[in-house]
C-alpha cells in the first residue's frame, strides 16, 4: 500500500523557514513526479511546486525565489524548503504523487499544518 507521509509543519513568526519532508512507500520513487501542495482555511487547493523525474522544477509565482523543491532517491523522501515565509503561507500542506507525469496525482499524503504569524 503506497503511503505518502509529510512532516516538518510547525508555527513559525514571518521571516523564518521551515522544510518540509515527505517520505514515501513507492517503489521506483525516481520514476515519480512529486509535488506539493496546500490549502488554506476557506481557500481552494493550490499546487506550490513540483519536480519531474528529470529533476526539473516548477514553483508557483507566489513562492518562487522562497521556496526550494528536492528529492533524495535512495531516501524515498520529498523536500520543500520554505524561507522567507510570510503569514499568507500559513496552509495545510499535501505532498503528491504520480508516475511519470506532473499533473492529476494518484497518491497523496495526509498533510501536515504551517502556521506564519505576523
Known amino acids: 500500500q503506497v503511503q505518502l507521509v509529510e512532516s516538518g509543519g510547525g508555527s513559525v513568526q514571518a521571516g523564518g523557514s521551515l522544510r518540509l519532508s515527505c517520505a514515501a512507500s513507492l517503489v521506483g520513487f525516481g520514476s515519480y513526479c512529486m509535488a506539493w501542495f496546500r490549502q488554506a482555511p476557506g481557500k481552494q487547493r493550490e499546487g506550490v511546486a513540483t519536480i519531474a523525474t528529470t529533476s526539473e522544477t516548477s514553483y508557483a509565482d507566489s513562492v518562487k525565489g522562497r521556496f526550494t523543491i528536492s528529492k533524495d532517491n535512495a531516501q524515498n523522501t520529498l523536500y520543500l524548503q520554505m524561507n522567507s515565509l510570510k503569514p499568507e503561507d500559513t496552509a495545510m500542506y499535501y505532498c503528491?504523487?504520480?508516475?511519470?507525469?506532473?499533473?492529476?496525482?494518484?497518491?497523496w499524503g495526509h498533510g501536515t499544518q504551517v502556521t506564519v504569524s505576523s
Open positions: 503528491a504523487a504520480r508516475q511519470w507525469m506532473c499533473s492529476n496525482y494518484d497518491y
